[in-house]
């Protein structure tokens, strides 16, 4: 069934993509999520124990939204959250219950957020909300439960810890945690 949802919504995806269970997609008219070969989608605690049984979602916002996801890749029970663009490379494990979103969802300013206004028909206090995009290179791991915000970048073959909040670009070949996630070690590939 979720083959044929995201072949409803018009996500190009490759071979042999598995998405198992219940899975949230909402994907803007307009909007663009393309996702490699391989891909693995794991939702509840049916497959991940550490999920405790959440569901997982994939979402764009906006017509100018892009989600692309390599070849390779495996997720379980994560939010993908596009206001303008998430980029996640080739052979990249992102662990249960993570939350990816290049954007603040809602203005700073609490006179925008309390004004209710629209243009058309979406509210100002989302339309204003700061977004920059978030890349995750090939072959990164990230633990479960990690938050990665908006502007972020992280380089290919690092490790992010459990539980990070990623607010700041990571370099390749480390491994960085905390909050905020900051580097650790450097790995000696």
Partial sequence: FNRFKFWL?????????????????NKAPGSKITIGDDFIYTNGDAFNPLCRNI???INTTFPYSQISIGNGTGISSACLWANSSITI???VNIGGDCILMDSDAHNLDFRVRNAKSKIGKMSKDVLTAKTAPIVIEDDVLIGTRCIILK???????S???SGSIVTKSIPPDCIAAGNPCKVIRILNN
């Fill in 159 to 161: 490790v992010i810890g």
């Fill in 89 to 91: 490379g080739n052979h």
């Fill in 55 to 57: 569901c997982g979602c």
């Fill in 151 to 157: 502007g972020v970048t992280i380089g290919a073959r």
């Fill in 9 to 25: 919504n018009d996500v190009k995806f490759g071979r042999n993509m598995q998405v198992y269970t219940k899975f949230f997609l």
